[in-house]
């Protein structure tokens, strides 16, 4: 990109939320939970961006 002279933005996302070890909740679940809680606040910051 720099010898073209073109510019990008790169970011990332890490989600994470409580996890009760004793609720019998599989590793795929657990993750499912996060990435859900990720998305869910991002989308929240994305709507307050827009309305100020």
């Known amino acids: 990109n720099r010898a073209a002279e073109r510019r990008f933005t790169l970011s ?4 994470s939320a409580p996890v009760d070890l004793d ?5 795929d679940e657990m993750i499912t939970h ?12 994305k709507k307050k961006r827009k309305t100020t």
């Open 12 to 15: 990332m996302s890490i989600g």
């Open 34 to 45: 996060a990435d859900a809680a990720m998305y869910a606040d991002k989308a929240k910051k």
């Open 23 to 27: 609720s019998g909740q599989t590793l």
